[in-house]
């Protein structure tokens, strides 16, 4: 059975710094691209960043410079470490799988982790 955990989510002040974390488990890891997700209240889930099994990656505009995308295909995780944290970067973060290569629909991504909460305030 696919599963996707995230953790790492936390209450922290602006300008400080976290790591997320998405561990995988019952599928073959280095095979699937992984990408994190974001939806904050009121608003549609977007996309943050992802990394392919080649381990390109991309990221949206408003992380660029801040945020950084890795994984450790050993032990089965992704990392998303977030630097310069903004009051607009509160949401819940969600990790989602794809065969090899990223996409940037919600809706081309079949497996989806249950989210951590990221709280950015002073």
């Known amino acids: 059975q696919l599963q996707l955990v995230e953790s790492g989510g936390d209450l922290v002040q602006p300008g400080g710094s976290l790591r997320l974390s998405c561990a995988a488990s019952?599928?073959?890891?280095?095979?699937?691209?992984i990408g994190w997700f974001r939806q904050a209240p009121g608003k549609e889930r977007e996309g943050v960043s992802c990394i392919s099994t080649d381990g390109s990656t991309n990221y949206a505009a408003s992380v660029k410079g801040r945020f950084t995308i890795s994984r450790d295909n050993a032990k089965n995780t992704v990392y998303l470490q977030m630097n310069s944290l903004k009051p607009d970067d509160t949401a819940v973060y969600y990790c989602?799988?794809?065969?090899?290569?990223?996409?940037?629909?919600?809706?081309?991504?079949?497996?989806w982790g249950q989210g951590t909460q990221v709280t950015v305030s002073s």
């Open positions: 019952g599928f073959t890891f280095d095979d699937y691209a």
């Open positions: 989602a799988a794809r065969k090899y290569v990223c996409a940037a629909s919600v809706s081309q991504y079949a497996y």
